[in-house]
């Protein structure tokens, strides 16, 4: 596959059989984002010694990033009338029930997180056909089936974020944007790799955490230390 100079003069600045310092990565990262017409995400991505296909090994849970994502994230809240006033007032962009139900199962998917409340799930249980492919099914092990609505979503725009390792055993989770300072960046990617330490499942055996690497949207992947990483977050 061709690349573009741009892609190329970035990758030529990273060493790839170099593992870097979490410092020294970010930085390199945000050299190498020079995308001009957008933002570029910043990606974690964890490669866990996991075997998703059994349940009491899969890897999925929240983590709230303390400086954000960076993006702006359109919150759904499905629930009973007298939730409604709650969810607006704490920044949800559309609330309702058997309405945005309707408008859901019509193909109307312009959210990116959605928040139920427990005695709304009849209703919502029956759209998992249409959430669940998307990862966007609320469940209440990570915190978005709750009667609390207004605290989950503003959780959710503060940057709360919903993770679950892939078939792989693999992470890939944006932790910010580009134009963040490398401190910030730093600091999200070492609270997600801790939260990732505590969801350690009791069924994997072995070497749990493989490798660590971070990356832009238009950039090339760069390894981290994983040892140096670990032991930041300890």
Same mark, same amino acid.
């Given at each position: &596959?061709?690349?573009?100079k741009?892609?190329?003069?970035?990758f030529a600045?990273?060493?790839?059989?170099?593992?870097?310092?979490?410092?020294?990565?970010?930085?390199l990262?945000?050299?190498c984002?020079?995308?001009?017409?957008?933002?570029?995400?910043?990606?974690?991505t &964890?490669?866990?010694?996991?075997?998703p296909?059994?349940?009491?090994?899969?890897?999925r849970?929240?983590v709230s990033?303390?400086?954000?994502?960076?993006k702006?994230?359109?919150?759904?809240?499905?629930?009973?009338?007298?939730?409604?006033?709650?969810a607006?007032?704490?920044?949800?962009?559309?609330?309702?029930?058997d309405? &945005?139900?309707?408008k859901?199962?019509?193909?109307?998917?312009?959210?990116?997180?959605?928040?139920?409340?427990?005695?709304?799930?009849g209703?919502?249980?029956?759209l998992?056909?249409?959430l669940?492919?998307?990862?966007?099914?609320?469940?209440?092990?990570?915190?978005?089936v709750?009667?609390?609505?207004?605290q989950?979503?503003r959780?959710?725009?503060?940057?709360?974020i919903?993770?679950?390792?892939?078939?792989?055993?693999i992470?890939?989770v944006?932790?910010g944007?580009a134009s963040f300072?490398?401190?910030?960046?730093v600091?999200?990617v070492?609270?997600f790799?801790?939260?990732?330490?505590k969801?350690?499942p009791s069924?994997?055996?072995?070497?749990?955490v493989?490798?660590?690497?971070?990356?832009s949207t &238009?950039?090339?992947?760069i390894?981290?230390d994983?040892a140096?990483?670990?032991?930041?977050v300890?």
């Amino acid at each position: &596959m061709k690349r573009s100079k741009r892609y190329s003069s970035a990758f030529a600045r990273v060493d790839r059989l170099k593992q870097y310092l979490l410092n020294d990565g970010v930085k390199l990262l945000k050299e190498c984002a020079t995308a001009t017409k957008f933002d570029e995400t910043v990606e974690v991505t &964890m490669n866990l010694g996991v075997d998703p296909r059994h349940a009491d090994q899969i890897v999925r849970g929240t983590v709230s990033l303390p400086h954000g994502t960076g993006k702006s994230v359109r919150v759904l809240v499905l629930a009973k009338p007298d939730k409604h006033k709650e969810a607006l007032e704490a920044g949800a962009d559309f609330v309702g029930l058997d309405d &945005m139900a309707e408008k859901i199962q019509a193909g109307w998917i312009e959210f990116d997180s959605v928040i139920a409340t427990p005695d709304a799930m009849g209703v919502v249980g029956k759209l998992g056909r249409i959430l669940g492919p998307r990862g966007l099914m609320p469940n209440p092990k990570v915190g978005t089936v709750t009667p609390n609505v207004g605290q989950a979503v503003r959780e959710v725009k503060a940057g709360r974020i919903d993770f679950r390792v892939d078939r792989y055993g693999i992470l890939h989770v944006g932790v910010g944007k580009a134009s963040f300072e490398a401190e910030k960046l730093v600091e999200n990617v070492e609270e997600f790799v801790r939260t990732v330490l505590k969801l350690k499942p009791s069924g994997a055996k072995g070497n749990y955490v493989k490798s660590i690497s971070v990356s832009s949207t &238009m950039g090339p992947g760069i390894k981290l230390d994983k040892a140096e990483v670990l032991d930041r977050v300890k």
